[in-house]
């Protein structure tokens, strides 16, 4: 099917409508349950690392990560996280604003903002239900399809992954010596990824395999619409997001009492944000990321992971309350 014939029903409806359809055992499992169980293997990894420390100062767990947490200044760490959360919300709606322009309708920035804010209170409970929630927008708007959306969200996932791959390597570039010896397989790992992003490309451009129907799937329509161009723009708007973080986040962790210089965390974060992006509740794999990483201080880690990744969470749910209001106005009257 090509996108001149006429689409189907289902593709006529909100994304929230298509997900209301019953899921099988699998999905349900894959969805719900696997991610609460990677968390708990997360958190009985924390657990078996802080042990050890924790008895040898004669101190229970909650106990020795309690010191750890009395020592931080607050106000200092709160005064690094929020303009950060702000400057990441501004940045985050300019790339959805951007790729929902190319491929999707035209809309104003100021239009994204309030949604986009709105899907973060949403994402607490469900990602895929804060997707839903801005097909829905686009649908009653502008009669985008939830399918269009979906392709767009593919489109900047894809892009995320470049971009995080790519400043990994050029952390790993500038501090190889520093970094753990597993980063040393980062440019392999780039490698592959550029590979499968040259092939798929010049498959969407139909260069491979042209008779192949894939490329016709609805959604993969932003995939075909995109021109190398537009990857490198997305990659350009999203890093300064990734700067700003190595600047926040290196300062936010001497207030735990470790030195990691901001060569060094320009290696580290690309990967740690990869699992942030894991799903699971509390971004344990994380912030079990950042005690692998950073071994030497396990419950520092511990805490710097948990606090920094769920606050940034909860801030952008907040501020998707401001524009809450809004929100409901432009969906639902």
């Known amino acids: 099917m090509t996108d ?51 008895s040898a100062a004669g101190m229970s767990v909650p106990a020795y990560l309690g010191g750890v947490f009395a020592d931080v200044n607050w106000l200092v760490w709160l005064a690094l996280m929020i303009p950060y959360s702000l400057f990441f919300f501004a940045i985050d709606s300019l790339v959805v604003w951007r790729v929902i322009g190319w491929f999707n309708a035209r809309v104003a920035y100021k239009d994204i903002l309030p949604v986009r804010a709105s899907t973060y209170i949403l994402s607490i409970i469900n990602e895929q239900i804060g997707k839903g929630a801005m097909a829905l927008y686009l649908y009653r708007r502008e009669g985008v399809p939830g399918w269009k959306l979906g392709s767009s969200m593919l489109f900047i996932m894809a892009c995320e992954l470049l971009y995080l791959c790519a400043w990994a390597n050029v952390g790993l570039l500038l501090q190889y010596e520093t970094l753990p010896e597993v980063f040393r397989a980062l440019p392999f790992v780039g490698l592959g990824i550029i590979a499968f992003f040259t092939i798929a490309y010049l498959f969407f451009r139909g260069l491979i395999l042209p008779n192949s129907s894939l490329r016709d799937r609805h959604l993969l329509h932003a995939f075909r619409e995109a021109r190398l161009q537009n990857y490198g723009i997305i990659i350009l708007l999203r890093s300064p997001a990734l700067l700003v973080a190595v600047l926040v986040y290196s300062e936010a962790i001497a207030l735990f009492g470790v030195e990691i210089s901001y060569l060094q965390m320009l290696g580290l974060l690309p990967v740690i944000f990869f699992g942030a992006s894991v799903p699971g509740p509390f971004r344990a794999v994380a912030i079990s990321m950042w005690v692998i990483l950073v071994p030497e201080y396990p419950a520092e880690m511990s805490e710097f992971g948990l606090v920094q990744h769920n606050f940034f969470i909860l801030f952008n749910a907040m501020i998707g309350l401001v524009f809450v209001r809004r929100a409901q106005k432009e969906l639902f009257e």
């Open 4 to 54: 001149n014939e006429p689409e189907t029903p289902a593709d006529e409806l909100p994304a929230e409508a298509i997900q209301e359809r019953p899921r099988g055992l699998g999905q349900f499992l894959l969805r719900q349950v696997l991610p609460w169980l990677v968390t708990i293997g997360c958190f009985v990894f924390l657990y078996t690392r802080l042990a050890g420390p924790a």
